[in-house]
């Protein structure tokens, strides 16, 4: 495959700063972390036990905050990726009726600038208890639905739903961004094919839009799926996995045990756990979209 | 063949960002590998030859991680005024401060630790949580330095065990300081109590009565699970008659599932069920949790002594007295405490200036408790101290804590000083999880045995 008609050293040279880069960067972590996945060690003294799969067989049978954990882990992906057809909707919406759609997009976008930390003291402040100055139970004590007031961050049934939907608040912008970017490129003329052929308004977005916005719709599936397997920082924040493990997921559950309870090698064999979950579902978000492509182009 | 090698790469483009995002947090979770040599010892005596005095004309800088960022805390003003007195008379030295809160630093040190780059002079916990560290060889024994300028012998007596392995001792203890309730005097008398609470029956009572007043009866912030625990802990100690509960645990006489136990969870869950503590109080964090008392919104919080300076300096000073923990169902001394030494000074034993840091150490440690006596914080200091307190203009609350003080005949540890960090962690999180929900005592007693059995 000469195409490019440079020498292969040129072309090493080239990718060569990358690719070390990327293999020190990644693949060597990976390997020391999968490596350290297989012993028992407390992360600081020299004391390695080579256990083999055991960390692994804990993790999968023994671990009693692994499966919910996992389960809320994927209830995010689920929740994230549920929010980009809205997101399309909104594109597309924003794109055909407001003039100046740019500016809107850029206001949706503001959460995604500022820092999660701020985000997550933001929204514990909106959570928190009438008496703490909490919004949300201020308005539902001006409502008069004072059954329907509780701790929300506090509260084991309710404080996971409470952090997605920040998540979801914080996205949207994002996602939103990107489909309003998708739909923007699509070129103008084809539509104006179509509206002598008669296809207009939403019988086009059918017919041309839809189609035509699936590899961009893709890219926004994925990273919302990614980001929401790893998300950390915002849980940190506003519950740090509490009460009691109850919106522990996989990443703060690895993150707890590496570095509260000493255990380096059970946490590397969760971070491994999730690794392979990741690309598991990678393969298969590829899969799908792979034949809708197919179907629909 | 042009489109399948296109879609091929599209495909293994897709598949390497995902896990190099995926891999990037994994990357936490990797541990370096520990450096061959564990240096500790060895280093340490070599190190001691070949530096003392000899470096004085070259520029020095040593890295003090500290536990005391808060800019308003006495801790804070002191250890700046140490540092800068002492770049003063040292103008080699230079004194970097890497201020952190408690629970990040202990992160930190934790990962610095994992690739051997401990900062000069760090911060760590007594006993157990210090454990891990000593036996990592990452700290430096600072036996020789505490003979010089008789600083040694400013330490009360025994505390400095707490903070010795083998002989050496490890850590110099920022305090030592005993768990008390606090109580607004104000608040009390608005519920029409009268008496502080001598049983725990009678608390109880309290804290309904507070309760119906819509004043919050204890606060807690306990999103920082220690706190809970510390309070956990000491009602324990009561339904155990006395100390030793978790030694006697670890060293196989009784077990969790022991009545002593469940007593104590059937107990506790009754102060939640009352309403004791402040709504939502697992989100909180532990500080916010303290201002609720310290703004006056809370009747009663029950904690270290350590807080006794800032109580003084908020805005419910001259309002609060304090006494010991009452007992529970009649079982328990109410002169033995909750005992906290302090967080303790450490040395990393790789350190570049190994003496240049000892000498700081030294001059900080001998100047600590004088500072801290001057500037009214010197309740619950691990260092004597001459001088007399109400004399020197000590609040009425700070020496009710010092005949506290005087009373003390024995107590424990916190769960995390006695215990190894993975059972640790089980029981932070299993007393968490009564703030929220009514669990029975014989279940987390499992939880509890359960954990100490997988982590022996």
Redesign the interface.
Known sequence: ?NVLKVRWWTIGIFVLPCLLL?MM??FV??V??GY?SLVE????????TFVGLDNYVDILFHDPHFWPAVRRTLMYAVFSMAEIPICLLFAILINRYVKRGNRLVSIYFMPVILSVVIIGQLW?TI??????GGMINGILNALGMQGHMR??????QFAMYCLYFVSLWQYFGYHLIIQFTGVQNIPSDIYEAAKIDGADGFKADRYITLPLIVPVFKISI?LAF??S??A?DLIMV???G?????TDVI?TL???N???????GY??A???T??FI??AF??VI?GVF?RIEKKVG | MRRSEKKALKKSALLLTAGALAVGLAACGSGNEPAANTGGASNEAAANTGASGGDSGKKVTITFQNIYPDETSVTNKIMKELVADYEAANPNIKIELDSLNTDQQKLKLKTQAASKEVPDITIVNPAAQMKPFVDAGVLAPLNDMLDQNGLKDTFQKGLLDYYSFDGNVYALPDGNNIEVVYYNKDLFAQAGITDVPKTFDEMLEDVKALKAKGITPIAIGEKDTWTGSFLFMNILLRTNGGPGFLQDVMDGKKDFNDPAFTEAVDAFQELVQAGAFPEGATSIDANAGGNIFKTGKAAMFIIGSWETGNIDASSVAGKVGAFSFPTVNGKGDVNQFMLAPGSGFAISANSKHPQETKDFLNYFMTNFPKKKFELKDAVGLGQVVEGDFAAAGYSDLAVGILDLFKSVSGGDLAFDNTMNPAVAQAHLSSIQNLFVQKVDSKQVAKEHQDAFAANK
Do not use: E, R
């Open positions: 495959m990327y960067m990644v972590p990976i020391i972390s350290t060690w407390d992360g600081i003294g020299v004391n390695k514990k959570y928190n208890p009438l008496d703490m701790a929300w961050l506090s509260s084991p994925v990614i980001g397997l790893q950390f506003m519950t740090g509490g009460p009691a493990h109850a990443s690895m993150y707890n590496t570095f509260l309870t000493f255990k380096y946490g590397s969760l971070a491994m999730l690794v990741c690309l990678t393969f590829n792979n």
